[in-house]
Structures are given as structure tokens and as C-alpha cells.
């Protein structure tokens, strides 16, 4: 448990709801930064507005809590005006696909290398729980009082098609293997993308059926589906139910990529 070294003990009590899963997935993230044995003071942590973008606020290394949606664009200029600097982007589904989006696809196009952990709760949390680009169809925010109906952002295609180096989804749910795709996104170089599908019992849940977090944490199990096996169902020409969410790791390659460490 040495990495509760990066925890700034002096900024708590934190200011997620219970239930919150965002803790979950900052833990993941230090483990496997502890894991890379990187020093405090070689380590960058950038972040936009949200609950998510709280996040580097509780660790005890440099950070950037920037704008709403800017978080890769501070964070790319962090990276090539030192590239010896590790750079970790904490950002949300609305802060990476909605106002911060064009940052998204054009980091992932450039291949700079950051390591970004979005955590998708699917809904704005901070603000009272407003539809974001990655609300599913149907669900309920409080601007989808009817229904959320349009469809979704998948943020892992959209990263790999616009060219990022490594990309991978899991969820709260799954801990120990978020915590080793991080490890590999921080291994990789160039734009390393981990999606981590994230409960929001107070803006998201209670508005869509789960009453307790735990059948949130639940539905996660259920409803995913690893790659490896949906690649399979496919190849079979088994059908494969359409509200199953794709996990695992999804794209791992070496193209070329801007600020790495020469
Ligand atoms: C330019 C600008 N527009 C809008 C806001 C209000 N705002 C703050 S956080 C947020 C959404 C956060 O959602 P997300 O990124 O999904 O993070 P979460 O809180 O769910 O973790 C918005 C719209 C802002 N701070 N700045």
C-alpha cells in the first residue's frame, strides 16, 4: 500500500458524494503509477472541471486544474516543453467529449504521449446531473427528463480512429484489470486512452433505477462483454446482445507518436 504516498492527506475530507466511484479508479491509476516507480517530482497530474477533475487536487505531485475541456491542451504543452515529465490527464465524460472534445480527437491524432483516464459516469455530475455525450439512450438526466435520445459517443472508437496509441475500457467493477491498463497505457508511448466506466449514485443512479450503488457496481459486471469474446461471437455469426458494453483492451500499436522522451 505504499502508494497512499500520493495521497495529500491534507486535503481531505474529499468532496465526492458516498458511493462515488471516482476513488476507485484514482487508486487504480497510483497503483500503477507506483508500479512504473516514477518520482513525485517527475510526475504531472492535468485535469479540467468535473468531480473527475478533482482528482489531482488529493495528490501530492505538481498539478494543472485548468478549464472546462482543456485539460489535454495544457497538458500537451506541459509535455513537449519538458518531455521528461510523466503527464497523467484525470478528465470526465463531459469535460473529454463534450466542450473538450476537438482536444481529444486532435491529441489522439498527434499521439502525444499522455496517459488519460476518463472517468465516465455518464452524466455532468458536478453541475446536478445534466445528459453528456455519453448518457446512453434512454437513460434520464435532468435535460432527458423523457429519456436521453440520442446516441451515444463510443470514446474508445473514437480514439482509436483518431489514432491513438492504446486504448482500453473497464469499470469500477473491475479493479485489478483497470489497474494493469493503466500500467500499460503508461508503458506505451505516445496517447494512451483508459476509459473506466464509473457510478454516480447521486446525479446518475438514483435517476436510473439503481437504488443502491451496488446494483450500479452490479450492472457493470453483467452487462459487459471482454473483446476477446465479442470478437468471437462475431466471427460465429452469434449475435451479441445490444446492451453489452465492450471491455478489455481494444487497441495497442506504435505509431508514431510527439513528445516522447528521446
Ligand atoms: C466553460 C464552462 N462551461 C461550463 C461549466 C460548468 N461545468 C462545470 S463541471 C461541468 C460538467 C462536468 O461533467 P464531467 O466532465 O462529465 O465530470 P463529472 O463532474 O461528471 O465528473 C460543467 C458543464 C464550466 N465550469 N465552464
Not at 460465429?236 to 453489452?244: A, H, L, N, T
Amino acid at each position: 500500500m505504499s502508494f497512499e504516498d500520493w495521497y495529500r492527506q491534507d486535503r481531505l475530507p474529499h468532496i465526492y458524494c458516498a458511493g462515488c466511484g471516482n476513488g476507485t479508479i484514482i487508486n487504480c491509476t497510483l497503483a500503477a503509477i507506483e508500479q512504473m516507480a516514477w518520482k513525485r517530482e517527475e510526475t504531472v497530474f492535468v485535469s479540467g472541471i468535473g468531480c473527475s477533475s478533482r482528482a489531482p487536487g488529493y495528490i501530492a505531485a505538481d498539478s494543472l486544474h485548468t478549464t472546462h475541456g482543456r485539460a489535454i491542451a495544457f497538458a500537451t504543452g506541459v509535455k513537449l516543453a519538458n518531455p521528461e515529465l510523466h503527464v497523467v490527464v484525470f478528465t470526465g465524460d463531459g469535460d473529454l467529449a463534450a466542450i473538450g472534445g476537438n482536444h481529444f480527437i486532435h491529441g489522439c491524432r498527434r499521439n502525444i504521449d499522455l496517459t488519460v483516464v476518463c472517468m465516465n459516469n455518464q452524466i455532468y455530475g458536478m453541475t446536478g446531473g445534466q445528459g453528456s455525450p455519453t448518457t446512453p439512450r434512454g437513460c434520464m438526466s435532468s435535460t432527458t427528463p423523457y429519456g436521453c435520445a440520442e446516441t451515444p459517443f463510443d470514446l474508445c472508437e473514437l480514439a482509436i480512429a483518431a489514432g491513438a496509441n492504446y486504448v482500453s475500457r473497464w469499470t469500477s467493477y473491475h479493479v485489478k484489470e483497470l489497474e494493469k491498463a493503466v500500467l500499460a497505457g503508461l508503458q506505451t508511448p505516445g496517447f494512451s486512452f483508459i476509459e473506466a466506466l464509473v457510478q454516480c449514485p447521486t446525479a446518475f443512479g438514483r435517476r436510473n433505477k439503481f437504488k443502491q450503488v451496488i446494483d450500479q457496481v452490479d450492472y457493470f459486471r453483467t452487462h459487459t462483454m471482454l473483446k476477446a469474446k465479442r470478437d468471437r461471437l462475431l466471427e460465429q455469426g452469434e449475435p451479441v446482445p445490444p446492451d453489452m458494453v465492450t471491455i478489455g483492451e481494444l487497441a495497442r500499436r506504435n505509431s508514431p507518436a510527439l513528445g516522447v522522451k528521446p
